[in-house]
């Protein structure tokens, strides 16, 4: 059984366009589905707008969504009652984007990380401590810095304070949202490794949302490509880079940098019209899926 399973999950908003006019309806995400087993990292990968987010952000109710299933160890987590919700988030933690404005400026790195052990009622306030000194430490940190403010801070070790707090109540699944897009490139490399030393170390699920299709081929065992808010393609990573079979994933393998300057661009241009979104997905290969043209 998968850690993770969402079935048709759907996100719609609905924009008013003016007087008179009729309201406009936003399909975020569009009957997404795919399954995370446990212990690997799955990433959702696609064009900025795509829906990538929201579909994180439904699967954690931080957003609610408009239909589907979202199981988490077989349970519903769409049928919870607000405080069982509230229980299971220990199991499912997020870090976020902007390392600037997802932490409080106002509150310590020390207040941040302990906040989820207080929510929570876990420990003694001795043991939230020294929970969050090991912590800081587990991530690369120095403990005695534990009382500055975020801007005292750079803005790799903002993200560690993010991860840390994500890690405080021992999660199974990390969603990891553009954990490194917001950060300066000399530190992205420092931040990845340390995402992948902590599930080596404390058995993670992660599912990474990127647009960085570099970092994707680093780090991902399997990859679902995003598009208008629909699951174009998913396969596993060595498939989606060597064998990719829908156009728009072949488009967006081709906008990677080459590190040679020299090297012959291949630039595929890539045209929506000639694909149909409300065709199924379809099994091409064992465990390779695209959406037909």
Known sequence: MPLVEVRRLAKLFRRKRGLGLPTEVLRAVDEVSFAIDEGETFALVGESGCGKTTTARCMLRLLEPTSGDVLFRGENLLSFSRERMRRARRDMQIVFQDPYS??????????????????????????????????????????????????????????RIGLARALALNPSLVIADEPVSALDVSVQAQVINLLVDLQRQLKLTYLLIAHDLRLVEHVSDRVAVMYRGRIVEMAPKATIFSSPHHPYTRALLSAIPQPDPHATPGRIEFDPAAIDLDRPLAEVTPGHWTRGE
């Open 102 to 159: 997802s932490l409080n400026p106002r509150m310590r790195a020390r207040q941040i990380v302990e906040e989820p052990l207080i929510i929570h009622r876990v420990g003694t306030r001795a043991e939230r401590q020294d929970r969050v000194a090991a912590l800081f430490t587990l991530v690369g940190l120095d403990p005695q810095h534990l009382e500055r403010l975020p801007h005292e801070f750079s803005g790799g070790q903002r993200q």
